[in-house]
Structures are given as structure tokens and as C-alpha cells.
């Protein structure tokens, strides 16, 4: 079964530095995607960048990108500029190539001190 | 991104009454969803995979005569709590599948449900 961890319950930044999420996975398959969505205190899961495992270049989404290290199953998130909307909780997900099901970590909680 | 709707976003309901939350794909056909709940404080729990036109597949551990799918057709899935109690209070938000240079999931708004 795969798994996905998220070892950094809380982070905090000062607006326009730059953080980065940690996040590692587990799992046997060679087809499959990985995401990290954001979910601020309404709740709604927002999409902030996907990676595709077969691509070897790493994403990126304006001030969002993403540090994929296949071998090592790694899947950091970089947020650079940071601003105080980033304030949300972020989760690292897996998606199965072969049954399309999300799996998630524990979520780290992002704070931008101004 | 595409757009998933759910709807309602907040529903309170009596012990041993049903609910039901409609997702719907605005502007694609999914013919994928996925049903998920999340706890406070928590991260999202998939609790079971919605096919259009074919029955849902359950996570471990969910009970499916009490959490009842129905994926009508291809914009729509429907999550029936049946005879709730109060430990069914929660967030329940879905998701479809979209095919866009591979897939990617969008997420409704969510619905929060009290059950008093």
C-alpha cells in the first residue's frame, strides 16, 4: 500500500522569504503523480502543482516548484516570495497510475508572519 | 482549474434521518469522483470511489448501507448518509478525476454536516 508522509507538522515564514515543505512517499509502481493542494481555513482543497513521475523535470507554478527526487521518493514544496495568503494548511498527495485513488499525508500547517 | 460544485455546504439533520450531498463536475464530464471525509485537524480520509454507471468501491472500514453513492451520470455523484448519528458529523468533501495532459483531481467546496 502506498503511504505518504509528511514529517513537519507546523512552518513558518516571514513574508517574502522563501520555505520548503518536506514530503516523502512509499510505494512499488512506476506510473504516478504527485500533487500538493493547499487548504485554507474555508476548506476548499486548492491545487497549487502537479507532478508527473514519468518527467524528470520538476514542476513549477509561478512561485510554487517542487524538488522531485524519484529514486528517493522525495517531493518537497518550494514557495518562494511567500505572501500572507500562503497561510493555509498544505497537503502532499499520491496518486495510484493504475486505481486513480489520492492518497494523503498529515498536512503541514503553514504561517506567513508579515 | 475545472470546477466541482457541492452542494449543501451546510446541512444540520436529526439523529437517525438521512442527508444527501450532491458533487457536481461543472464544465467536464468525470466519469471518476471520490468521496472523502476529514476530521478536525485532520487530513482527508478517501472513503470510496464513485463510477458513473456502476457501483462504488468502499475503503476499508466504511460502511456502504450506511454511506450510500449513486454516480447517475457523468457530472454527477450523490452521498446519502442514511439513519445518522452524531458521530457522522463532519466534513465531507468530493473530487473528480479530470484528464488534462494526465490526471488531476479537483476538489468541491466541501459540505459540513451536523447531525443533532
Known amino acids: 500500500a502506498q503511504t505518504v508522509t509528511q514529517s513537519q507538522p507546523e512552518m513558518s515564514v516571514q513574508e517574502a522569504e522563501t520555505v520548503t515543505l518536506s514530503c516523502t512517499y512509499d510505494t512499488s509502481e512506476n506510473n504516478y503523480y504527485l500533487f500538493w493542494y493547499k487548504q485554507p481555513p474555508s476548506r476548499q482543497m486548492i491545487l497549487v502543482i502537479r507532478q508527473e513521475a514519468y518527467k524528470q523535470q520538476n514542476a513549477t507554478e509561478n512561485r510554487f516548484s517542487v524538488n522531485f527526487q524519484k529514486a528517493a521518493k522525495s517531493f518537497s514544496l518550494k514557495i518562494s516570495d511567500s505572501q500572507l495568503g500562503d497561510t493555509a494548511m498544505y497537503f502532499c498527495?499520491?496518486?495510484?497510475?493504475?486505481?486513480?485513488?489520492?492518497?494523503f499525508g498529515t498536512g503541514t500547517r503553514l504561517q506567513v508572519f508579515p | 482549474g475545472a470546477v466541482v460544485s457541492q452542494h449543501p455546504s451546510r446541512v444540520i439533520c436529526k439523529s437517525g434521518t438521512s442527508v444527501k450531498i450532491e458533487c457536481r463536475s461543472l464544465?467536464?464530464?468525470?466519469?471518476?469522483m471520490f468521496w472523502y471525509r476529514q476530521f478536525p485537524k485532520q487530513s482527508l480520509m478517501l472513503m470510496a470511489t464513485s463510477n458513473e454507471g456502476s457501483k462504488a468501491t468502499y475503503e476499508q472500514g466504511v460502511e456502504k448501507d450506511k454511506f450510500l453513492i449513486n454516480h447517475a451520470s457523468l457530472t454527477l455523484s450523490t452521498l446519502t448518509v442514511t439513519s445518522a448519528h452524531p458521530e457522522d458529523s463532519s466534513f465531507y468533501i468530493c473530487s473528480a478525476l479530470m484528464w488534462v495532459e494526465g490526471n488531476t483531481i479537483y476538489f468541491g467546496e466541501g459540505s459540513w454536516l451536523t447531525v443533532v
Open positions: 498527495a499520491f496518486m495510484s497510475g493504475e486505481t486513480d485513488k489520492l492518497i
Open positions: 464544465d467536464f464530464q468525470a466519469t471518476t
